[in-house]
């Protein structure tokens, strides 16, 4: 079991950033691939980020490439979403999530891949 805790959401003029946490315990994160996905309201979940458990694979969204990184501290249990430039079109609920892979290199896109979910952090951008 693995028990996913978010952190860093808030209010945010549009062309600011804001940097999410994602701290996990239960298990050791190196054994497992992680991933950001987001909300609106409306709207269906759709995939944001996602790394590899070794940290040495990424993978976006198109309408965030560029503008949001996302990376890991193993040592700590944690990963973030840095995001840059942020736009009103990215107010959403923030998830994080997690899957235990055998692979190092391992990303996953799609909601269904997941095991584990955050409750979520709320990212409204003003215009």
């Known amino acids: 079991q693995v028990q996913l805790v978010e952190s860093g959401g808030g209010l945010v003029q549009a062309g600011g950033s804001l940097r999410l946490s994602c701290a996990a315990s239960g298990r050791t994160s190196s054994t497992y691939t992680m991933g950001w996905f987001r909300q609106a309201p409306g709207k269906e979940r759709e995939f944001v980020a996602a790394?590899?458990?070794?940290?040495?694979?990424?993978d976006y969204a198109d309408s965030v490439k560029g503008r949001f990184a996302i990376s890991r501290d193993n040592g700590k249990n944690t990963e973030y979403l840095q995001m840059n430039s942020l736009k009103s079109a990215d107010t959403a609920v923030y998830y994080c999530a997690a899957v235990f892979s055998a692979g190092v290199y391992y990303t996953a896109n799609r909601g269904l891949e997941y095991d584990y979910w955050g409750q979520g952090t709320q990212v409204t951008v003003s215009s």
């Open positions: 790394i590899s458990r070794s940290g040495g694979m990424t």
